[in-house]
């Protein structure tokens, strides 16, 4: 199977650009985490970081769930990004037995070990911050994954503040046979 077996960014933040995406998010994990983000305000476009309450999330999907900081290496937009793990559900650092670091909160995507290699996850949550859209992507486990086989899903939901670039990522992990 071709890791990049399906990639979906929203086409925009209206409604029925979000409800088709939705409609594309194949895993019920992700999907309380989408429905948590939509319930979000969204006056100026995009929740906010500080709108977020990781208390009020849902329990399903606490454990699969990263928060992720957008550094701007530029002044502003499409310049390129750099991302932080300020969070990570304890289902993610389970799941990454025998890399380094296991926990990578605190660490930046670049400095973090990736069985699939770092380009992929750091163009995946890059392109939704520059974009500001919510992205969904299904791969293939990677055949030296020591315990998972199958199809794992990631998403990512932005999050800025009163239209300015977006300043983090809600993200989420799951997984199917």
Known sequence: MDLGVEDVVAEGLGAEALQRFRAQVRSDVLLALLDYWLTLDREAGLPAPEDVDVLQMPRRALANCMLIDVDWLGARPPEPVRLRFRLMGTAVVANRVGLAPVDPTGRYLDEVEFREGSARPL???????????????????????????????????????????????????????
């Open 123 to 177: 163009r995946f949550y890059g392109l939704a911050a520059t974009l500001g859209r919510p992205r969904f992507q299904r791969l293939a486990y990677s055949r030296d994954h020591p315990r998972s086989t199958g199809i794992y899903h990631r998403l990512a939901l932005p999050l800025a503040a009163n239209g300015k670039p977006v300043s983090r990522l809600i993200a989420g992990f799951g997984r199917s046979a």
